[in-house]
Structures are given as C-alpha cells and as structure tokens.
C-alpha cells in the first residue's frame, strides 16, 4: 500500500491518501489541545500511544462483533484503515458524573450514575460541538433513525467491553467519546479512536486521573499517565 497525498489534517491525526480508493491511512500526532483548540500543547510519544492503544481495542471489539474501520497497524503511528464518511455525531458514554454533566446538573465529579447515558454532541468545531439529542439529529439530517439504533445498540456494547477491559488492568472507565462512520455501501463501522485523549480513565483505588484531564486541568505527569495506562494494559 502507498501512503499518497495528504487530505486532511485534524487537531490529533493526519489522514493520508492511498492507492487504493477505499484506505486511508491515519497518522497520529503528539499535538494535544482542549476547549476546541483554544489551549495547545504536546504529549511526548502520545501520537504512538494512541494509535497502538486504539487499534488493540479495536480488535476486541471486532472480536465481539462489532465492525471497524481497522485494516492495519503499518507502524508506531500509522494506521490503514477504511475510508468512511464520518457520521457527525460524537456519541459520549458516562458511566459516573465528571466533566462538562458534572459542570452542566451540578453532580459532583465522582458520582456513579445510576445506568450509563448515552449523550450526542454535533460534530461541528465552528459551532464548539454543540449538546444535541436523536431530534436534532433526525431532523437536521445529521443520520437516520435505523442508523441512531445502530449506533446506540454498539455503544452499549462497546461500553460494556470497555468497562471490563479497563477494570481488569485497574482503571474505572469514566466516560468516553465515540464516532461511527458510513462506508460507501451505508455500513455503520467504529471509526476515529480509543485513547486517554477520548476516555476519561481513573486508578481504581486512587482515583487518580490517567487521562488527557491531566492535560486540560494542568495537573501536570500528562505523558507518565498515557505511559501508566499503556504499560497497565500490557502494551509497551
Ligand atoms: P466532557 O465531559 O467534556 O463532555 O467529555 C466527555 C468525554 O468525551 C471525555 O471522556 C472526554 C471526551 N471528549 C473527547 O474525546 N473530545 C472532546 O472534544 C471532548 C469535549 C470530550
């Protein structure tokens, strides 16, 4: 496969053209940033980190039954993968209060809920990803009702997946951050990533944070978390 000209370039990824019209291969940056680009940053070696972390939990699921765009890991930082459109919903998880829930209900960080929400937000950086739910989505077009149920029904899934994988390396999944994509034939496969960028990760006696939170707070050991959460898993 050759990797050919660049097409897009996004806040933590490069996506590259190949010769085959239907790959496309991601390369993953160590550039961080928050609040919608307005803080930036560095996370030495996150961009190798991700991109490994994503694509073995990506063959878990894959494993379980559910499709993603994963191809092939060609090296430190590249991935072929499918091409997709992307639907533009990013599909959160919460399964305990934290963040912006915590900020918008007033919930204390920390609070278990008592079923996991599953929560939309319109894919939209000029409009700072709004807050939307499945009306706005139908109504604005953004996907179906079959392709919303599609969604939903693998986010579950991926959600209980996620919960077992990380509690069985010692961190609580707190919530993360999904997006699907369409193939050409209207398949709905994962696409994107699964990282301590887009999963909110804590140490389960501790609580400690082992996520990109330790980035968008200044916490400070941003790079020793994401190392933290690569060697628990068993992957460096
Ligand atoms: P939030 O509490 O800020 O809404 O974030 C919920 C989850 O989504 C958290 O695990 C971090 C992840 N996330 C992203 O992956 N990208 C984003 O742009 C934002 C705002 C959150």
């Given at each position: 496969?050759?990797?050919?000209?660049?097409?897009?370039?996004?806040?933590?990824?490069?996506?590259?053209?190949?010769?085959?019209?239907?790959?496309?291969?991601?390369?993953?940056?160590?550039?961080?940033?928050?609040?919608?680009?307005?803080?930036?940053?560095?996370?030495?070696?996150?961009?190798?980190?991700?991109?490994?972390?994503?694509?073995?939990?990506?063959?878990?699921?894959?494993?379980?039954?559910?499709p993603t765009h994963?191809?092939?890991?060609?090296?430190?930082?590249?991935?072929?993968?499918?091409?997709?459109?992307?639907?533009?919903?990013?599909?959160?998880?919460?399964?305990?209060?934290?963040?912006?829930?915590?900020?918008?209900?007033?919930?204390?960080?920390?609070?278990?809920?008592?079923?996991?929400?599953?929560?939309?937000?319109?894919?939209?950086?000029?409009?700072?990803?709004?807050?939307?739910?499945?009306?706005?989505?139908?109504?604005?077009?953004?996907?179906?009702?079959?392709?919303?149920?599609?969604?939903?029904?693998?986010?579950?899934?991926?959600?209980?997946?996620?919960?077992?994988?990380?509690?069985?390396?010692?961190?609580?999944?707190?919530?993360?951050?999904?997006?699907?994509g369409?193939l050409?034939?209207?398949t709905i496969i994962l696409?994107?990533?699964?990282?301590?960028?887009?999963?909110?990760?804590?140490?389960?006696?501790?609580?400690?944070?082992?996520?990109?939170?330790?980035?968008?707070?200044?916490?400070?050991?941003?790079?020793?978390?994401?190392?933290?959460?690569?060697?628990?898993?068993?992957?460096?």
């Amino acid at each position: 496969m050759k990797k050919m000209e660049q097409l897009y370039e996004g806040k933590a990824k490069k996506v590259f053209a190949t010769d085959d019209p239907a790959i496309v291969i991601v390369d993953y940056k160590d550039d961080a940033t928050a609040f919608n680009g307005v803080k930036k940053g560095t996370i030495v070696g996150k961009g190798a980190i991700n991109n490994r972390m994503t694509n073995h939990v990506f063959r878990l699921f894959e494993e379980q039954g559910i499709p993603t765009h994963l191809v092939e890991e060609l090296s430190d930082r590249e991935t072929a993968v499918k091409k997709v459109e992307i639907v533009p919903l990013e599909v959160i998880v919460r399964n305990v209060a934290a963040g912006s829930f915590s900020k918008r209900m007033g919930v204390e960080e920390g609070r278990a809920l008592l079923c996991p929400i599953i929560e939309f937000s319109y894919k939209n950086d000029d409009l700072g990803d709004p807050f939307i739910n499945d009306d706005y989505a139908l109504a604005l077009g953004l996907a179906t009702a079959e392709e919303i149920d599609t969604i939903k029904n693998y986010t579950r899934k991926i959600n209980e997946i996620m919960k077992e994988y990380f509690r069985n390396a010692g961190m609580k999944l707190i919530d993360f951050k999904i997006e699907f994509g369409r193939l050409p034939d209207g398949t709905i496969i994962l696409a994107d990533e699964v990282s301590p960028d887009t999963c909110r990760l804590w140490d389960v006696n501790t609580n400690e944070k082992l996520d990109k939170d330790r980035f968008r707070r200044d916490l400070g050991n941003v790079e020793e978390a994401y190392n933290e959460v690569f060697r628990r898993l068993g992957l460096d």
